[in-house]
């Protein structure tokens, strides 16, 4: 049985940090591309950042230079480091395991919220 279990999330003020975890089981972690996506109240999901299992990186523009994510294929964690947070970050954040489309999978989420 696959799972993802996201954890890190809260609240925040405008400015400040958050790191999320994300441990996965039940899948070999380091043939998958891993991301990082939220959806805010009222919009859509969106790609946040994608770590691919050949070691590339892709960040949505509007959080270049201030989200980093990284990945430890020893310990099946994904992690996404957010910082210079703002208002607008808030969302609930997923993360995504991904290595074709019948093996593609959902943590339940985490909510992150910045208040201003």
């Known amino acids: 049985q696959v799972q993802l279990v996201e954890s890190g999330g809260g609240l925040v003020q405008a400015g400040g940090s958050l790191r999320l975890s994300c441990v996965a089981s039940?899948?070999?972690?380091?043939?998958?591309?891993m991301g990082w996506y939220r959806q805010a109240p009222g919009k859509q999901r969106e790609l946040v950042a994608l770590?691919?299992?050949?070691?590339?990186?892709n960040y949505a523009d509007s959080v270049k230079g201030r989200f980093t994510i990284s990945r430890d294929n020893a310990k099946n964690t994904v992690y996404l480091q957010m910082n210079s947070l703002k208002p607008e970050d808030t969302a609930v954040y997923y993360c995504n395991a991904y290595y074709g489309r019948l093996q593609n999978y959902w943590g339940q989420g985490t909510q992150v919220t910045v208040s201003s």
């Open positions: 039940g899948i070999i972690f380091s043939l998958f591309d």
């Open positions: 770590f691919t299992s050949g070691g590339r990186t």
